[in-house]
């Protein structure tokens, strides 16, 4: 595989040209939005008085702080202690027991709210489904009794892999009233990529669904599931839900569909009463080196995060009509397209299908026809839409929405106006949530009903939130000084470790700034102490708000026969954010392959998933390497995003391999 000359380090992405022009167009930005007056006058937190005031007190005495906002869940047992930090390693809530299901739907269904939608659904074709509260608790229960039967016991690990029905939900959340550990796999994910989750969680067993619905087809889930399975020893069993009909195999003792379990189980279950610290999920991101980081969340703290942002960001009431558009395999579904919303009641809207099938307004279609009130959504659909043209959203009736909300990646001030103007028609906030797998919850955002708004800038730190903006020294940087991004003191729903490598864990976000976690990202801080995320700093690329690291696609690519070597790197692209380029070197006998670049991608599709193909391939008779033989990546990037170079080459070995791929002689 190839070597990168970039160790964290030596990272100098912050400096580098292409952050310098960010970092410029975004300073010339003055426009400044405050909250509207009638959107304050309702809002959980109403000015930023009241904002400085709840920061500074959560500033002063965290532990009175998360404390009195996780006394508002249902506790088996109260906790010991708010806070155990034997730094990196830290224990919240040590000593409670409680169960994050019971707090997600029992406590609702103990309340006037039994009767109130929980989940709306809508299918691609059109199909709509409505869960009360009560209904899903129901669901759940009786799932929660199948996993039961199955031989499911707490703290084991069952992955899941489903488009999005409210099943998928169903399965999270019957796996926290047990105690298992879930492993959502996005739907989108290979065959190899299963294997090497299920293998690396040793997950017991697998939920998945026949199929799912995608642009008035569908993809067969089932066999994926079928080929990842050959090679993972710890899956004892398979449940899989019907959906789309597909023909698919069963195979005795191994599979089982979902309906008839569920005809066998009793929809009463009593929740397991774990540890604030018991295991809830572990999810799957990439990480600059290796193979993906199984980021792992616990109970308590998660469940405490998780609520409150939801609760002060999306300034949620009853009367709400969210929807999150993400896919519960990511991060942000799982906090906030399941735990964060029902922990607080909400009711939510689950889209499965595209957003543009059948056509360019579907989302429009959706909100106009169930007055949605929130919407969160990414960068890379906004952009999308802007594409697409205005007259898909104004041709809908829109005036049900309140606030929106933007999350994955960094919102250039263009696409924040027209979300702003087209979709929010000048009356609604906008929140741009920062955040991250690790963080389990949004960690910098505006509160909507306090902050002045400005485009392209997650503002301030919510509550209780410690980031910095530091030099490579760790010393604080000055106002508009371009920086990297850190978290200075623990917080409920951070990453416990990734699991079964605390070794990776504490050299990954522990090492480079010692005492805080280092997120990866570059960032500044203005002069209202708003924060400009610059985008990452390592070798992780965001394409299209997926998080994809480069060495993972490298990876994929040398191992097809024909690759000798290989490096990927991104460069800037309209709609997707990021695009991937890679750098490809062949064996000498498979030079002049006509068909090979296509092979290349289909092949790297099956390896991780059709999201990590690469945009381009370019062929290189040799990659820039250092005198040291590690691949000179920033080269690369400045080759990839302008075909010139700027920056300094005095430490490249090969000054002919350069002038090789400058001038594009790579066929
Ligand atoms: C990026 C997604 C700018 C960032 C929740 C981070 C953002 C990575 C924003 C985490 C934002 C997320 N503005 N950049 N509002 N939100 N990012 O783990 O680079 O899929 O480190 O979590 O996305 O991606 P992940």
């Known amino acids: 595989m190839a070597t990168d000359e970039t160790t964290p380090s030596s990272q100098n992405t912050v400096t580098s040209s292409s952050a ?257 610290e018991h295991p809830l999920f572990v999810l799957y991101t990439s990480g600059s080196t290796g193979k993906p980081k199984g980021i792992l969340h616990t109970t308590a703290g998660y469940m405490v995060h998780a609520a409150s942002s939801f609760k002060y960001v999306f300034d949620i009431k009853d009367e709400d009509i969210y929807w999150c558009t993400a896919d519960v395999g990511w991060i942000t579904g799982h906090s906030y397209m399941a735990y964060g919303p029902l922990l607080n009641g909400a009711t939510m809207l689950m889209y499965e299908g595209a957003p543009n099938y059948p056509q360019w307004d579907r989302f429009w279609d959706i909100i106009n026809r169930h007055k949605v009130t929130i919407l969160y959504t990414a960068p890379t659909a906004i952009r999308a839409f802007i594409r697409a043209g205005n007259e898909w959203v104004t041709k809908h009736n829109l005036s049900s929405l309140r606030l929106l909300g933007s999350v994955g990646e960094p919102i250039n001030p263009d696409v924040w106006m027209w979300y702003h103007k087209v979709v929010g028609q000048e009356r609604c906030p906008i929140v741009d949530t920062w955040w991250q797998t690790e963080t389990g919850g949004i960690m910098v955002s505006p509160l909507p009903g306090a902050t002045p708004t400005k485009p392209g800038t997650a503002t301030r730190p919510l509550p209780g939130i410690a980031v910095d903006v530091v030099h490579k020294d760790g010393t604080p940087c000055k106002a508009n000084e371009g920086g990297y991004l850190v978290i200075k003191k623990p917080w409920p729903s951070m990453l416990r470790t990734i699991y079964n490598d605390n070794e990776r864990y504490e050299k990954t976000y522990w090492s480079e700034f010692p005492g805080m976690y280092f997120t990866g990202d570059g960032a500044r801080k203005d002069d209202d102490g708003y924060i400009w995320i610059m985008g990452r700093v390592d070798d992780v690329v965001n394409v299209s708000g997926h998080r994809l690291g480069t060495s993972e696609v490298e990876s994929a690519l040398v191992s097809y026969e024909a690759v000798a070597e290989a490096a990927v790197v991104s460069r800037p692209d309209e709609i997707k954010g990021n695009a991937l380029v890679a750098f490809v070197t062949l064996k000498d006998e498979y030079v002049g392959d006509m068909k090979l670049r296509e092979a290349l991608r289909n092949h790297v599709a099956k390896e991780i998933g059709p999201i990590a193909k690469p945009d381009e391939i370019r062929w290189a008779k040799g990659l820039p390497k250092t005198r040291s033989g590690k691949i000179m990546r920033r080269l690369l990037r400045e080759l990839a995003t302008s075909n010139e170079i700027k920056g300094d080459i005095t430490t490249l070995e090969d000054f002919g391999v350069l002038e090789n791929l400058r001038s594009g002689e790579e066929d």
């Open 20 to 276: 310098n022009d960010s970092i410029s167009s975004v300073l010339s930005e003055k426009r400044k939005f405050p909250p509207p007056a009638e959107f304050s006058k309702n809002a959980h937190v109403s000015s930023m008085a009241e904002y400085e005031k709840l920061y500074a007190a959560a500033a002063e005495d965290p532990d009175a702080y998360w404390g009195g906002i996780a006394e508002q869940f249902h506790w088996f047992k109260k906790w010991d202690s708010v806070l155990e930090w034997n730094s990196p390693y830290a224990k919240w809530f040590n000593g409670g027991k409680t169960n994050i299901c019971y707090n997600a739907l029992d406590v609702h269904v103990n309340s006037w709210r039994k009767n109130k939608a929980a989940i709306i659904w809508e299918g691609e074709e059109g199909d709509q489904r409505v869960l009360t509260y009560g209904e899903l608790h129901r669901q759940v229960s009786k799932f929660a009794n199948v996993l039961k039967i199955a031989g499911i016991r707490p703290g084991d690990r069952v992955a899941i892999y489903m488009g999005m029905v409210p099943e998928l939900v169903i399965a999270v959340l019957a796996c926290a009233r047990v105690g298992a550990v879930h492993n959502v796999i996005f739907a989108g994910f290979s065959a190899h990529a299963i294997t090497e989750r299920v293998n690396d969680s040793r997950a017991r067993m697998v939920i998945c669904a026949d199929g799912t619905r995608r642009r008035g087809g569908s993809i067969n889930l089932k066999n994926i599931v079928d080929e990842a399975i050959v090679n993972t020893p710890s899956v004892r069993s398979v449940i899989v839900l019907k959906v789309t009909g597909e023909t698919i195999n069963m195979h005795d003792g191994m599979d089982h569909w979902w309906h008839d379990l569920m005809g066998l189980a009793s929809d009463e279950c009593e929740p397991v009463e774990v540890d604030s």
